[in-house]
């Protein structure tokens, strides 16, 4: 029988099918990925201090989270079909208040490094499993789920990346940086106990008996993670070079190719790919626009605290102009009929942000340091709108899901780099000459997208009245 909790909730359903106790638990889990990816970039040079540790090191706090999710995103929506997504959503919860528990306690960088990529699984599951859980309410009911609805998880995400840089600060000044951690816990329980009380039981699946090894494409995955794995493990310490981990990266990714070649439903699809040029082009676009949005995301609140002496706290606040400048150009830039003109917009800004940055100077007021950086809002939120209509547009109808989640991947990649760059540009710790350097080398990849773009054919002029904005 089921529970008294699940015949409200299918009680609800009927008057209400898309109603606040359905979308709030899913947009609660929704947000748990951004809080966490926004959350430590004020406390990154805190945990440097009590470990002792370089800004490459603490680097792979950021790219071990980013290098999860972008495995784990697509394999957690695919579990999501497989298994339910109510079952995915709740282990989901589970494990991010795991890592909330054992943030608190880490007695090491290396440990931390695990909780990262512990709550890169765990925050993982919970988009996807929205999204398949909107699906299941609309085909049940018949009813297609208003724009409303399905805008509030954008608008969460936007939200709490706005926040995370002042909240993450706020807590770290207030509690120490291991708050940012425990700070799970109560999130994640609050959203399970909505998600039980809510959000009706998975039906009974058929096929939740077949051979998970079979439907995930393990070894895809394994290999992927493999190719990402090693060549981070190069790219993080550019002082001292790890060669050997450059032919391991490019056998994995030979025996990657190989196995995506010879499978039907590869993790990487390489035949859809080499189909869609203009598809593939959207991909290497947003890696590269993210490389330097999150160069300036992490490389910004380290330097204010590094060298301008700036707390947490205040560097947080330094940023959060910038959030809200994000979310009110992404909310714009979802109501554009055309997608040249939020690109050109978004790269022309980070242009002048990037020489903005290359004048300032660790004596110069807080203020002007936030004026400076606030020019990065625009591209942080119009190239999520663009490129997402670009791939809606772009990938093939049946294989809209698996663009999507290579959507996701491609800007967990730009993180990933990012890291390597800051790690390179900063060194032991973040100075003028590091951020100077940091601003030439945006400043030329964002002049090289600006010019890039101007002549991209495969752009289409406005998207079509037919086709649903994100």
Not at 80 to 87: M, Q
Not at 144 to 165: D, K
Not at 335 to 341: A, D, F, K
Not at 400 to 420: K, N, P, V
């Amino acid at each position: 029988m089921r529970s008294l909790a699940d015949r409200t909730a299918s009680a609800a359903s009927i008057d209400h099918p898309f109603g606040w106790r359905f979308v709030l638990p899913l947009a609660m889990g929704s947000c748990l990925n951004p809080v966490n990816s926004t959350m430590i970039a004020t406390a990154l040079l805190p945990i440097a201090n009590d470990f002792h540790a370089t800004v490459a090191e603490t680097g792979w706090l950021i790219a071990g989270l980013y290098l999860t999710s972008a495995v784990a995103q697509p394999t957690m929506g695919r579990l999501a079909d497989l298994l339910g997504a109510r079952r995915v959503y709740l282990v989901s919860l589970l494990l991010v208040m795991v890592a909330g528990v054992a943030g608190r306690w880490a007695p090491s960088l290396n440990w931390l490094v695990a909780v990262r990529v512990l709550l890169g699984v765990g925050t993982s599951g919970a988009y996807p499993s929205a999204m398949r859980l909107f699906r299941e309410r609309a085909d049940l009911t018949g009813a297609a789920p208003p724009r409303v609805a399905m805008g509030v998880l954008s608008l969460t995400g936007i939200a709490t990346t706005a926040i995370g840089p002042l909240l993450g600060g706020l807590l770290t000044g207030a509690f120490g940086w291991h708050a940012i951690f425990t700070v799970n816990i109560p999130l994640a329980l609050f959203t399970l106990v909505t998600v039980l009380a809510w959000v009706p039981a998975d039906p009974p699946r058929d096929h939740a008996r077949r051979s998970l090894f079979a439907e995930l494409d393990v070894a895809g995955i394994a290999l992927f993670a493999g190719v990402l794995l090693a060549t981070m493990v190069f790219l993080m310490d550019m002082e001292h070079p790890r060669w050997l981990a450059l032919p391991v990266a490019a056998a994995l990714g030979g025996a990657l190719t190989w196995h995506s070649l010879r499978r039907r439903e590869p993790f990487i699809d390489l035949r859809m790919l080499a189909r869609h040029v203009p598809l593939t082009v959207t991909y290497l676009r947003a890696a590269a626009i993210f490389t330097v949005i999150y160069c300036v995301f992490y490389g910004f609140a380290q330097w204010v605290e590094g060298a301008g002496g700036y707390s947490a706290a205040e560097a947080g606040l330094a940023t959060l102009p910038m959030s809200i400048v994000a979310g009110v150009a992404s909310l714009a830039g979802a109501r554009t009929q055309g997608l040249r003109g939020p690109f050109l917009l978004g790269f022309a800004a980070a242009l002048a942000g990037c020489v903005a940055l290359f004048f300032l100077h660790a004596s110069s007021p807080l203020w002007i340091m936030a004026a400076a950086v606030t020019l990065f809002g625009l591209p942080q939120g119009l190239m999520s709108t663009a490129t997402q209509a670009a791939v809606y547009m772009q990938a093939p109808a049946e294989q809209l899901g698996a663009a999507s989640g290579l959507q996701r991947t491609a800007s967990y990649i730009g993180a990933i780099a990012a890291t390597s760059l800051l790690g390179m540009a900063y060194g032991h710790h973040a100075t003028d000459h590091g951020l100077h350097t940091l601003a030439i080398v945006m400043g030329c990849a964002c002049a090289f997208l600006l010019i890039a773009t101007v002549f991209d054919r495969t752009l289409p002029v406005a998207i079509p009245s037919s086709h649903p904005r994100p």
